[in-house]
């Protein structure tokens, strides 16, 4: 099972890219790394998972270098309905292999 | 409609009660798992089920207990509640992975747990 890293919190303002960092220096050949949004009182909901390079959809990006040893998560222009805990997660099949850490806290402030 | 929905979503509780968490999907996916979320600790696996007649411990199973009652419907269970079990509970049903892809998982409201 990867080990994950990400800042614990993150401050930011309206307008602004949120860029966040996850270290997996022991990433498996097989493995993912898909993130997590999660709003107070919600449960987590699915933005974005790839494979190496970068992927992106109508809510962020994700950029995996090639060593995959860490990913960004990026989020354009936040606004304060982007304040949430953003889960990185690492792994190569189901959710029982997987693990939600305590994740990183983006406040957005106007 | 929510495709995730679980009840109730507040309860109090007695230290030593039964208490029944209850879990409905209209998302017709096999996968439901259990999850209880607790302040700067993230989400933690409690049961899983992958269909009908498969059910699975995960990370922190003691003092817990599920049923399966149907694909939809996946029930999680405190035999004898005791206040550390006060936390945010969560279902989760997940599609079977792409090729190469991990699974996605779609999470219930949650329900909020105080064992007194």
């Known amino acids: 099972l990867a080990k994950t890293t990400q800042p614990i919190s993150m401050d930011s303002y309206e307008g602004q890219e949120v860029n966040i960092t996850c270290s997996h220096n022991n990433i498996a050949t097989n493995d993912y790394i898909t993130w997590y949004q999660q709003f107070p009182s919600q449960g987590p909901r699915f933005i974005i998972q790839g494979y190496k390079t970068k992927v992106t959809n109508e809510v962020a990006s994700l950029f995996i270098p090639a060593d995959r040893k860490s990913s960004t998560l990026s989020l354009p222009r936040v606004s304060l309905s982007d304040t949430a805990v953003y889960y990185c997660?690492?792994?190569?099949?189901?959710?029982?292999?997987?693990?939600f850490g305590a994740g990183t806290t983006v406040t957005v402030r106007a | 409609d929510a495709d995730v929905t679980q009840t109730p979503r507040n309860r109090i509780t007695k230290t030593g009660k039964r208490i029944m968490l209850e879990c409905s999907q209209t998302k017709g996916h096999d996968r439901m798992y259990w999850y209880r979320q607790d302040p700067g600790l993230g989400l933690r696996l409690i049961y899983y089920s992958f269909d009908v007649k498969d059910i699975n411990k995960g990370e922190i199973s003691d003092g817990y207990s599920v049923s399966r009652q149907a694909q939809a419907k996946f029930s999680l269970s405190l035999e004898s509640a005791i206040p550390n079990q006060t936390a945010l509970y969560f279902c989760?049903?997940?599609?079977?992975?792409?090729?190469?892809?991990?699974?996605?998982?779609?999470f219930g409201p949650g329900t909020r747990l105080t064992v007194l």
């Open positions: 989760a049903t997940s599609e079977p992975y792409r090729a190469g892809g991990t699974d996605t998982q779609y």
């Open positions: 997660l690492v792994g190569e099949r189901l959710p029982d292999k997987l693990s």
